[in-house]
C-alpha cells in the first residue's frame, strides 16, 4: 500500500522544486518552563522514499553562577534568566535558584515570564537589575539569542516557526515576534503556530509509515482533542483529522480553547500552599502574621520547587507500578515517594522540615483540586484558574459537539507524564482513545519544524487558525448583535449594511464591542458626528480579524467613516466582567505612574487598586496591594489598614486581619466603622463578647447608626428584647431615607425592618451601563436568528 497518500502533494512534489534556497527549517518550541529548538535538513528528505521527516535536536551549554554546579549540555533549556555578579546566566542550571537568597524574582531571576507577555504595562519588571531585561518579551529574546548563539553563532536563523499557545492573542503573539528579532531569528506574518497544533504535527510525524498508513485508510472525519499542559499554560485545541485518497491528509480546527495560565507550576503550588505549608507552619507559629508579599515572593518559591520533586517523583512511581494499566486499578495508599532533606530559609534562618513523604492517593487528591469544578484559587498567591475538566467542557461547546464525539485525546507537555492527567480525562470523554509518545514535551517543537519544511520548501500550510470566541456590537434595548462568529478560518473580514441610528437628533454615536454577550465588554466606538443624518442613513460595519488575531472595526454613515478601532487583545479581555476590567485598567494606571516615576499618580494609582480589587472580592489582591503601599508610602492610613483586615479575613488569615484591624483602630479610634469591623472579628467566636467591646465604647460612638444597627442585631442573637429600638430606626429611616448610608440600607436595615416586623425594600442605584448612553446607540430591523 505505498501508494497511499499521507501528505497533500502539490506540482513542488512532483518536480522536486523547493521554493526556498536554505536548507534547514526549524522549529521552537518557546515554553513556559523550557525551550526546545530542532530543525530538518531538506536535504535529507525525500517523501517518496519515506514519509518519516527526520528531526535533530539542538543541544545547549547551559552553566551555573556558582561551582559546586556542574556544567550541563541538553537539548531542554529551562526557560530561566539570572544575573549574578554582573554576568548573565541561561537554562536548567538556574532551576533551585528560587528562593534562594542571592537571587530575588523579577529582579535578578526570572521565571513564567511567558504568561506576561503581551501585557502592556512598560517596564513590566520596574526592578529590574539591567534595562534589558524589564520586559518579558526581552527575556524571550535573550533565551532564543543564547540559544542561537551556542550553536550557529553570529548566523541568523530563517525558515523558522516559533509555537504559541492557540489562545495567544495579537499583542502576545507580537511580543513573541519582538523576542524573534532580538535573537537575529527572521521573522514572518506565518511563523507561529499554535502549540497543540504543531503537537499533533509532531505526533503524526513519529509514526512508523505502516501506523500512517492505518491512519490514512481508517481515520475518517475524526475528532482530536489535544491536550497541552505544560509549564505554565493549559491549551486545548479540537482538530478533525480526514483523509482524502487523493490528496492526503487534512486538519482543520474546530475550536480553541481560551487562554488558561495552568500548568505545571500550578500543581507544584498547589503542593506547596496545601501539602507542604502545613508542615512549615508546625516550625513556624507565626506563619498567619507573615506578610503575604513575603510568602509569595519567598516562602511559596522555595517549597513549590520541593513540591516539584515531590510531583515528578510520585508520578514516576506511579507509572512504573501501573505500566499499561490504569491508574485506577491499582492501589494508591501502596505507592508513595520521599523527598529528602527538605529545608527553606526565611530572614537569614535556615528551617529544616526533613525527609518528606508523599502517598500516590494524597497526590491525587491534590491534583484533583484542578481537575473537577469550574474554578479554583489558590489561598497564597493572587491568582484563580479554569479547571481542566470545565476548559476541556468549554472548548467541547464552541466546537458544537458532544463529549461522546471526541474520538482520539492527545496529551503533550511535560505535565503530561502525570498518570492522573490521563486517568480523569478518559472518565470524562469515555468514547476517546488515549494518544501517547514516550516525549510529549518534544511534541510541540518537532510539529513547529515539520510545518515549516512544508511551508517553507513546498508552500504547504498544513493547519490554518481559526477565531476563538465571537465578537459582537450592543444595540438598542441591550441587544447582542454577533459580527464576527467564532470558529472562522483566519483570516476573516464581513461587511454588514443592516444598521441604522435610532433618532437623526444625535450628534453622537455609541457602539459597545463585547464578546460572547453583552455582559463582556472589550471596549467601545465613541464617535462625534459632523453633521445630523436622516433616518434612513445606511449604517455599515466592515470588521475583520487578522491571522494575528487583531480585531479592526470601521463604522460608515452612507460612505462617511465616522469610527474606527483597532482591538488589540479581543478574546483576552473578552474574559473579564465590567468590575474586573476596571481592575485591570487600574493597573495600567498604577504601571504608568510607575514608568514615569510620578509618586502622587503611583501612590494614588496604588491606593484605588485596593479598593476595586475588594468590589471584585480579590482578597489576594487586596491584600498585597495593601501591604505594598503601606510599606511604599503610608503606615498611618487606618482605612488601608482596614482594607487588609478585610482582604485577610476573606482569606480566613484571622490572626493577620486581627493585626491590621487593632492597627487601624490604634490610627482613629472612634471612627465607627473600625469599631463595627472589630466586632464582627470578635462575634465570631464570641456574640456576647462583640456586644460588651460595643457597649463599653464612647456615647458618640455608640450614636452612630451602624454601630446602633450592630448592637440591635447582636441583643436580637443573644435573645434580649430589642423589638423598640428597631421600631426606633424604622421610625428614623422612613422620616429621612437620605440620612441613611448605602452600606446601611443594603446591608443592614433588612435585618433591622425584619426584628420590628415591618417589610423592607431597598433599590440598588448602581447600572451595568449608563442609561444616557443607550439613545445613541444603533439599531437593526435584522435579527442575527
Not at 546566566?89 to 523579577?106: A, D, Q, R, T, V
Not at 471596549?523 to 458626528?529: Q, T, V, Y
Request: hydrophobic content about 35%; some cysteine; glycine content about 6%.
Amino acid at each position: 500500500m505505498n501508494d497511499i497518500v499521507i501528505y497533500p502533494i502539490n506540482e513542488s512534489f512532483k518536480k522536486e522544486y523547493k521554493l526556498s534556497t536554505e536548507k534547514k527549517c526549524f522549529g521552537i518550541d518557546l515554553g513556559t518552563t523550557t525551550t526546545l529548538i530542532c530543525y530538518i535538513d531538506s536535504e535529507n528528505v525525500n517523501l517518496k522514499k519515506s514519509m518519516n521527516l527526520p528531526i535533530q535536536f539542538v543541544k545547549v551549554r547551559q552553566e551555573s553562577p556558582f561551582e559546586y554546579n556542574p556544567t550541563m549540555e541538553n537539548e531542554k533549556v529551562a526557560s530561566i534568566v539570572g544575573i549574578y555578579n554582573g554576568k548573565p546566566y541561561i537554562g536548567s542550571n538556574l532551576y533551585h535558584l528560587k528562593g534562594h537568597p542571592e537571587f530575588e524574582y523579577k529582579k535578578n531571576l526570572f521565571y513564567h515570564w511567558k504568561l506576561e507577555l503581551g501585557i502592556d504595562h512598560h517596564p513590566m519588571y520596574p526592578n529590574a537589575i539591567i534595562e534589558k531585561l524589564n520586559m518579558p518579551y526581552k527575556i524571550a529574546g535573550g533565551i532564543l539569542n543564547y540559544i542561537r548563539r551556542s550553536r550557529f553563532g553570529d548566523t541568523p536563523l530563517s525558515n523558522t516557526i516559533i509555537t504559541v499557545p492557540a489562545s495567544f492573542q495579537a499583542n502576545q503573539r507580537k511580543d513573541v515576534l519582538k523576542a524573534a528579532e532580538m535573537a537575529k531569528i527572521e521573522t514572518a506574518e506565518n511563523m507561529l503556530i499554535d502549540e497543540p497544533n504543531a503537537a499533533f504535527l509532531g505526533y503524526f510525524n513519529r509514526l512508523q509509515i505502516e501506523e500512517k498508513q492505518e491512519w490514512a485508510r481508517n481515520v475518517k472525519n475524526k475528532n482530536v482533542l489535544v491536550v497541552d499542559f505544560g509549564g505554565g499554560t493549559l491549551d486545548l485545541s479540537i482538530l478533525n483529522v480526514d483523509f482524502k485518497r487523493d490528496t492526503g491528509i487534512t486538519i482543520s480546527n474546530r475550536a480553541i480553547s481560551r487562554y488558561n495560565d495552568l500548568g505545571g507550576q500550578d500543581i507544584d503550588t498547589l503542593i506547596a500552599e496545601e501539602f507542604l505549608v502545613p508542615k512549615f507552619k508546625k516550625i513556624f507559629d507565626d506563619f498567619d502574621v507573615i506578610d503575604s508579599l513575603d510568602i509569595r515572593d519567598v516562602i511559596l518559591p522555595q517549597l513549590a520547587l520541593i513540591g516539584e520533586g515531590l510531583k515528578i517523583g510520585i508520578s514516576n512511581n506511579v507509572s512504573l507500578k501501573a505500566g499499561d494499566n490504569d491508574v485506577s486499578a491499582i492501589d494508591l495508599d501502596s505507592i508513595s515517594y520521599e523527598h529528602p532533606e527538605c529545608r527553606l530559609k526565611y530572614k537569614g534562618v535556615e528551617y529544616e522540615l526533613g525527609d518528606i513523604n508523599i502517598t500516590a492517593k494524597e497526590f491525587k487528591n491534590l491534583f484533583t483540586k484542578l481537575f473537577v469544578g469550574k474554578n479554583y484559587s489558590f489561598k497564597h498567591i493572587d491568582k484563580t484558574i479554569s479547571t481542566i475538566s470545565s476548559s476541556i467542557s468549554d472548548i467541547i461547546e464552541k466546537a458544537v459537539l458532544g463529549l461522546d464525539e471526541i474520538d482520539y485525546i492527545l496529551f503533550v507537555g511535560g505535565s503530561s507524564f502525570n498518570p492522573f492527567l490521563h486517568s480523569l480525562c478518559k472518565e470524562k470523554l469515555t468514547n476517546a482513545k488515549s494518544l501517547t509518545s514516550h516525549e510529549p514535551d518534544k511534541l510541540v517543537a518537532e510539529g513547529a519544524a515539520v510545518y515549516s519544511y512544508f511551508l517553507n520548501v513546498h508552500n504547504i500550510s498544513l493547519i490554518s487558525p481559526i477565531t476563538s470566541d465571537t465578537i459582537g456590537v450592543v444595540l438598542k434595548d441591550n441587544r447582542f448583535y454577533p459580527i464576527l462568529e467564532r470558529g472562522q478560518s483566519l483570516p476573516k473580514k464581513v461587511v454588514i449594511p443592516d444598521f441604522r441610528f435610532q433618532n437623526n437628533l444625535n450628534l453622537e454615536v455609541i457602539i459597545p464591542v463585547c464578546i460572547n454577550g453583552v455582559d463582556f465588554p472589550i471596549g467601545e466606538i465613541r464617535s462625534k458626528l459632523s453633521k445630523y443624518y436622516d433616518l434612513d442613513t445606511v449604517i455599515k460595519i466592515e470588521s475583520e480579524v487578522t491571522i494575528d488575531k487583531v480585531f479592526k472595526m470601521k463604522v460608515f454613515a452612507n460612505n462617511d467613516l465616522i469610527g474606527n478601532a483597532q482591538f488589540e487583545n479581543p478574546y483576552g479581555m473578552g474574559k473579564l466582567s465590567e468590575e474586573e476590567l476596571k481592575v485591570y485598567k487600574q493597573k495600567e494606571e498604577l504601571y504608568k505612574a510607575k514608568l514615569s516615576k510620578n509618586l502622587k499618580d503611583e501612590k494614588s494609582a496604588l491606593r484605588s487598586l485596593i479598593w476595586k480589587y475588594s468590589a471584585v472580592k480579590n482578597y489576594r489582591g487586596v491584600i498585597e496591594s495593601a501591604e505594598e503601599y503601606i510599606k511604599r508610602f503610608d503606615d498611618l492610613d487606618e482605612s488601608v489598614w482596614n482594607m487588609l483586615y478585610i482582604g485577610n479575613s476573606g482569606l480566613g488569615r484571622s490572626e493577620a486581619a486581627k493585626k491590621a484591624l487593632k492597627r487601624a483602630i490604634d490610627l482613629d479610634p472612634d471612627a465607627a466603622y473600625l469599631n463595627y469591623n472589630y466586632s464582627i472579628l470578635l462575634g465570631k467566636s464570641s456574640r456576647r463578647e462583640a456586644l460588651e467591646y460595643l457597649e463599653n465604647s464612647s456615647d458618640d460612638l455608640k450614636n452612630e447608626m451602624d454601630i446602633r444597627c450592630r448592637i440591635i442585631d447582636l441583643k436580637n442573637d443573644l435573645g434580649i428584647e430589642t423589638k423598640q429600638d428597631a421600631l426606633k430606626i424604622v421610625s428614623e429611616y422612613k422620616a429621612s431615607p437620605h440620612n441613611f448610608e448605602l452600606f446601611v440600607k443594603k446591608n443592614l436595615l433588612p435585618g433591622i425592618f425584619n426584628i420590628a416586623g415591618e417589610p423592607y425594600a431597598f433599590i440598588d442605584p448602581k447600572t451595568e451601563r449608563k442609561a444616557e448612553d443607550q439613545g445613541k446607540y444603533l439599531d437593526t430591523n435584522n435579527l442575527p436568528f
